[in-house]
T-cell receptor, first 114, second 111 residues
Framework: DVKVTQSSRYLVKRTGEKVFLECVQD?????MFWYRQDPGLGLRLIYF???????EKGDIPEGYSVSREKKERFSLILESASTNQTSMYLC?????????????FGDGTRLSIL | RKEVEQDPGPFNVPEGATVAFNCTYS??????FFWYRQDCRKEPKLLMS???SGNEDGRFTAQLNRASQYISLLIRDSKLSDSATYLC????????????FGGGTRLMVKP
C-alpha cells in the first residue's frame, strides 16, 4: 500500500511565524501535491510537483512556497503565517505508472494560526 | 460556474436504502473520473475510478455520461458505515495529473 506521511496531525502557530509542513511518500511517486481543505470550499490545490526540484502553482499559491529536494519529500512553507491560513492541509502523491493516476493522500495536518 | 459541481447534501437515508449522487463537470476535455470517500476529519481515499462503460464494485455502481458531462454514484443496500462525504473528482487533459475536486456530498445512513 502507498504510504503518504505528513509530519504533524495538529499544529498551532502564531501570526508571522514561518511554518514548515512536511510530506513523505514511500512509493517512488513522481507527482506530489499540496491542498488545503476548508468548509464549503472543498479541496483547493496550492502547489504541485512532478519531479525533483520542479514545482508548479496550483489554484491558490499566494502566501505559500514549496520545496522538493528529494523525490520522496515535498515541503509546504508558509513564509509568514496569517490567520486566514488556518485550515486542513493535505498532501497527496501519484504516479503515471499507476492506471488513471489516482492520488493517495496523507492523514492531513490541521493547522491553526493564532 | 464551478468546474465540478455536486449537491452538498446531506442525504439522510435509512439502512438498506439505495441512494444516488450526481456530479457535473464543465471541462469537456476531462479524461479521468473518480469517486473518493472522506470520513470526518480524515483524508480522502479513492473509492473507485469511473469508466465510460460504467463499472460496479459490490454495492457501488459508477456511471459516466460524457455527452452530458455527468457522473453518478449509486449505493445499494446502504450500511451505517457508508456514512461519509463522497467527492467527485475529475482529471483534465494536463501533464501534471492535476485533479479537480467537487465540494463533496455528505451521506448519513441512519439505523
Amino acid at each position: 500500500d502507498v504510504k503518504v506521511t505528513q509530519s504533524s496531525r495538529y499544529l498551532v502557530k502564531r501570526t508571522g511565524e514561518k511554518v514548515f509542513l512536511e510530506c513523505v511518500q514511500d512509493m517512488d511517486h513522481e507527482n506530489m501535491f499540496w491542498y488545503r481543505q476548508d468548509p464549503g470550499l472543498g479541496l483547493r490545490l496550492i502547489y504541485f510537483s512532478y519531479d525533483v526540484k520542479m514545482k508548479e502553482k496550483g489554484d491558490i499559491p499566494e502566501g505559500y512556497s514549496v520545496s522538493r529536494e528529494k523525490k520522496e519529500r515535498f515541503s509546504l512553507i508558509l513564509e509568514s503565517a496569517s490567520t486566514n491560513q488556518t485550515s486542513m492541509y493535505l498532501c497527496a502523491s501519484s504516479s503515471p505508472r499507476e492506471g488513471n493516476q489516482p492520488q493517495h493522500f496523507g492523514d492531513g495536518t490541521r493547522l491553526s494560526i493564532l | 460556474r464551478k468546474e465540478v459541481e455536486q449537491d452538498p447534501g446531506p442525504f439522510n437515508v435509512p439502512e438498506g436504502a439505495t441512494v444516488a449522487f450526481n456530479c457535473t463537470y464543465s471541462n469537456s476535455a476531462s479524461q479521468s473520473f473518480f469517486w473518493y470517500r472522506q470520513d470526518c476529519r480524515k483524508e480522502p481515499k479513492l473509492l473507485m475510478s469511473v469508466y465510460s462503460s460504467g463499472n460496479e464494485d459490490g454495492r457501488f455502481t459508477a456511471q459516466l455520461n460524457r455527452a452530458s458531462q455527468y457522473i453518478s454514484l449509486l449505493i445499494r443496500d446502504s450500511k451505517l458505515s457508508d456514512s461519509a462525504t463522497y467527492l467527485c473528482v475529475v482529471k483534465g487533459n494536463n501533464a501534471g495529473n492535476m485533479l479537480t475536486f467537487g465540494g463533496g456530498t455528505r451521506l448519513m445512513v441512519k439505523p
